[in-house]
């Protein structure tokens, strides 16, 4: 694969920084105008004529990078593939015939996808896992019950235990640890959704390797709810106002962030 036509837009260009030469914030404001960069964050779930895009070769590696990391999940398990890292997805391509070796041109894919600078498309934040094999700490992870996820011991759990008794029944904890394999796998199949709009797929979820549920954020939302948890919607209900009230809305992406992500009043701020 050619890496330099990797995030060539069609009548697109890309905006480049010397490393290090301004902060996130300051890039942000900088390399987009204020009004346009709002509009982008408000109108995440649109296409926007600057927006990053695959190429139609890009996008068949896409879909069967996709459609392999979904047997992945179908093999361990949705809990489980949380924890998974990149190594042991492939291990299990190899592994399991129902999910089939990964090829070379998908992992020069998925290596291309976590080592671009996700600023080029619009992300502008942190970046939690440095490499592409590396592992969330497992041991120090533990299952929460009746959810099906798992949260990091210390902070994370002891800050869900006092969600969870206070505000009783009502609320659940909805995406806790996200290793390198779920968090590739959502944001690339929000890419295929967008018909590999990579712009778009990033306002609504931090690339690979950026995601914050690698260190100790996690989602809550109001039981009952379903995918109404995971818009702004969830800002109205009683759940969140609880939350504001015992100070536990420290959001990671409030409204109109210097990120480039879209609101989200359902992700709790750990780290």
């Known amino acids: 694969m050619d890496k330099r ?60 990078v996709v459609t392999r990391l979904r047997r992945v999940r179908g093999i361990v398990g949705h809990g489980n593939f949380s924890l998974l890292c990149f190594d042991d997805t492939l291990r299990i391509g190899r592994n399991y015939s ?41 041991r120090n992870s533990t299952k929460v ?53 990579l712009s778009r797929a990033s306002r609504s979820l931090a690339p690979p390797g950026y995601s914050f549920h690698a260190a100790g954020d996690f989602d809550v939302g109001k039981r009952g709810w379903g995918a109404r948890n995971f818009s702004a919607d969830f800002a109205n209900t009683d759940v969140y106002a609880k939350l504001v009230d015992l100070g536990y809305a420290r959001l990671r992406y409030p409204q109109d962030n210097l990120l480039g992500v879209r609101y989200e009043p359902w992700h709790i701020k750990v780290v």
């Open 145 to 197: 019950r009746r959810t099906g996820q798992f949260l990091f011991k210390g902070t994370p759990l002891v800050t869900y235990k006092q969600i969870s008794d206070r505000l009783g029944k009502d609320v659940v904890l909805t995406s806790g640890v996200r290793g390198m394999a779920k968090q590739m796998y959502l944001f690339l199949a929000k890419a295929l959704r967008t018909k590999g709009n």
């Open 5 to 64: 036509q990797f995030l060539k837009t069609a009548g697109g260009i890309l905006i480049t920084a010397a490393a290090g030469s301004v902060s996130t914030s300051a890039y942000a404001l900088i390399c987009r105008p204020e009004d346009s960069y709002i509009d982008k964050v408000r109108n995440f779930d649109a296409n926007h004529v600057d927006d990053i895009r695959l190429s139609p070769d890009q996008m068949v590696i896409l879909k069967s």
């Open 98 to 138: 129902k999910v089939g070796r990964f090829s070379k041109k998908e992992i020069d894919f998925l290596e291309d996808v976590f080592y671009r600078d996700a600023a080029r498309y619009g992300f502008y934040g942190q970046k939690v896992l440095n490499g592409l094999t590396d592992r969330v700490p497992n």
